[in-house]
């Protein structure tokens, strides 16, 4: 098997790279030499600087492995295409044209480009495609040959909210790029729509970047959509495609799993890892502003804390490499939603803080300890946590009760999250500013 590495780099496509099978020696990935010759090119990760040998298969499998979904998505993708869900390569192969970051995999077979375009997408449609779960989604992810990493059944579309208050969505077809990834509700977890939307935009009113979200009620279901960190919409049309729709030009991206080495059964902290400290390596070794991406790092672990998030693992926090390549900086915050409101998850944080993984008992001790690991100062750190007390005290009602009157129906998981909220920010000893702003939740 052999497909072409093809790479976005400041709006045009380039020829990166080979991904192939060779007999005796599995997966290899190895440079263009067109591309090595290019003064301005960049590498295509941590894991794979420029050279001119090709990287073995353990190099070559966590980067593009980390590419993929994960879980019952990966199963019921593998199941649509057909092959084993350990088949990665042929389930990248089917659905490397519109890749998470910057990248495009094309079969190297001789077949002709798929066709480039969008599809309209009634709502309807969406939403019997997500009441068939993740084998619907799968499907459509099919259909559209689009690959996204995560656990969770999701779909990367093209959205439009200019027409009026309802989008209109449409699918990506061949190498047309997505704007907006969208996620239906789990029916295991309730509200999980609610509470992902609820926890974003508490961590943008503690002082997060976050990607612009909104909820959908198509069919009485509740869909989560978010706009992609990764893409940049442009003001001019995209010539290639028709009703109106704007271009669309690519970010390249790596995830934590892909910049430490690892592959995605391994973002979660085990044993003594520390991966908080191997996070503040790589981001003072590689990082465009490290000061400023450390503080964002230990204020997204306050965050988490805060609002019971216990599932911010490495595969939920990536750095953007810029529209050329060159640069190196934490993305905008993702995948925040609060678990401890779900009966029977784990309520041991992904990554330890201080001397405690367990989320009822990390104070503000343990953040003290977290800010040397860190190498930033204890003082830092204690305005980091009032930021985070304050910004989530002043937000959490007024936030829960806006979102209860647009969607006309109360939501008890947001009051237990507000709930927590107060029970955590009172354990890191919030200043009195802070407790007086936590006194509003009550």
């Known amino acids: 098997m052999r497909m072409k590495v093809w790479g976005e780099i400041s709006g045009e496509r380039h020829l990166v790279g080979t991904l192939e099978t060779i007999p005796g020696r599995e997966e290899q990935f190895s440079y263009a030499e067109s591309y090595l010759e290019n003064e301005a090119a960049q590498p295509l990760s941590v894991l794979l600087p420029l050279r001119e040998e090709p990287f073995p298969k353990r190099q070559t499998r966590v980067f593009f492995r980390n590419l993929l979904p994960e879980g019952g998505a990966l199963a019921a993708v593998a199941k649509t295409l057909e092959v084993k869900s350990s088949s990665y390569l042929k389930v990248l192969g089917a659905l490397g044209s519109e890749c998470i970051g910057a ?9 002709k480009e798929r066709p480039y375009g969008y599809t309209p997408l009634e709502r309807e449609e969406l939403g019997r495609v997500f009441e068939a779960g993740a084998d619907g989604v799968a499907k459509l992810q099919e259909e559209a040959k689009l690959s996204l990493a995560g656990a969770q059944s999701k779909m990367g579309l093209y ?48 002082g997060l970047s976050v990607p612009k979200c909104f909820l959908d009620t198509i069919e009485e279901q509740p869909l989560f959509v978010i706009e992609r960190f990764d893409r940049v919409l442009l003001p001019e049309q995209d010539r290639r495609a028709d009703r109106g729709i704007r271009q669309v030009q690519r970010l390249h991206q790596e995830d934590f799993c892909q910049v430490l080495g690892l592959l995605p059964e391994r973002k979660y902290e085990k044993g003594g890892e520390r991966f908080a ?18 503080e964002v790092f230990a204020r997204l672990l306050v965050t988490n804390a805060v609002l019971g998030n216990c599932d911010g693992h490495l595969k939920n926090l990536t750095v953007l490499r810029g529209a050329d390549w060159s640069s190196f900086s934490l993305a905008p915050m993702y995948d925040i939603a609060s678990t401890v409101v779900y009966e029977g998850l784990d309520r041991h944080m992904a990554m330890r803080i201080g001397s ?67 029970v955590q920010i009172d354990r890191l000893g919030c200043s009195a500013l802070g407790m007086a702003r936590c006194e509003g939740l009550e």
């Open 159 to 206: 959205a439009d909210r200019s027409a009026g208050i309802l989008p209109q969505y449409f699918l990506p077809r061949g190498t047309a790029a997505s704007t907006h990834i969208v996620k239906a509700a789990n029916r295991r977890f309730e509200q999980l729509s609610e509470n992902e939307c609820y926890c974003l935009r508490l961590a943008e009113a503690a």
């Open 103 to 111: 990248l495009i995999l094309e079969g190297d077979d001789g077949q």
């Open 277 to 294: 400290k191997k996070v503040r390596d790589a981001l003072y070794e590689r990082s465009s502003s490290p000061v400023r991406d450390l």
């Open 356 to 422: 405690t993984s367990k989320i009822d008992e990390v104070g503000r001790d343990d953040f003290h300890a977290m800010a040397k690991e860190l190498s930033i100062s204890v003082r830092m750190m204690d305005r980091l946590i009032e930021e985070v007390c304050e910004g989530v005290s002043d937000a959490a009602n007024a936030v829960a009760s806006e979102m209860e009157d647009a969607l006309g129906v109360p939501l008890s998981k947001l009051r237990e999250i507000e709930a927590f909220a107060r």
